[in-house]
């Protein structure tokens, strides 16, 4: 628990009971999750980290940090509540972001990545950007897909396309700003949508 002040708190996998980590509510406490070695799979709630050995949960922080290492990893973020960030490491790790309700930071790591953003993975066929309502960021190292996937949609969106940004297409103010992407792969839905192509950096583009 902690009390007045802002409050730091560390979990290093695997723990072995859960835990509870109660922040206090001030403005700047951080919990920080660093995971194995080995290959994780590490999923993300508004208030659970599971996979990184029993269950963590959390409340009243203000700032979510996962860390994963050398392994292969996979984190499967489903929602947040708090600004989230999300570290790859030196293994080739794969991003699916589900849902955001504040602002979420991916950072790919040194391997060969993957980020797919609005996925219900491992949940096929129900992909939609609805839920994207906090800004996300994506920051890649030159090596990396970014899958932006909106195939469930039934409804006719609007969105605009940039070089560093794409924004509209129902998600929440800030949309998704991506630097680093190899390859760039956006996927509408099934309704009359229309995209304004501004510019993009990735060297290859697809866009269905």
């Known amino acids: 628990n902690g009390g007045a002040g802002d ?56 700032y979510l ?14 929602s947040d509540s708090v600004n989230t960030t999300l570290n790859g490491g030196t293994g080739n790790n794969t991003f699916y972001i589900r849902t955001t309700n504040a602002a979420t930071f991916v950072n790919t790591g040194t391997g060969i990545n ?20 906090g800004a996300v960021t ?18 006719g969106k609007v969105g605009t396309l940039t070089a560093t940004t794409l924004n509209g297409l129902a998600m929440g103010v800030g949309g998704i700003t991506y630097t680093g992407i190899l390859n760039l792969n956006l996927l509408l839905g099934l309704g009359s949508d229309t995209l304004n ?12």
């Open 65 to 78: 940090v996962v860390n994963v290492l050398a392994g292969d990893d996979t984190i499967l973020l489903l």
């Open 138 to 155: 994506v920051t890649g190292n030159g090596h990396d897909t970014l899958n932006i996937d909106d195939t469930a949609s039934v409804t």
């Open 114 to 133: 993957l980020v797919d953003i609005g996925s219900f993975e491992p949940y096929p066929a129900s992909s939609i950007l609805d839920g994207i309502q």
């Open 7 to 62: 409050d730091s708190f560390t979990v290093n996998a695997p723990i072995a009971a859960s835990l509870t980590v109660n922040g206090g509510g001030d403005t700047n406490d951080t919990l920080t999750v660093n995971g194995t070695t080995a290959n994780d799979y590490i999923t993300v709630t508004g208030n659970t980290v599971d996979g990184a050995g029993s269950t963590i949960h959390y409340n009243t922080v203000s």
């Open 197 to 208: 192509i501004q510019s993009t950096n990735a060297t290859t583009k697809t866009i269905v």
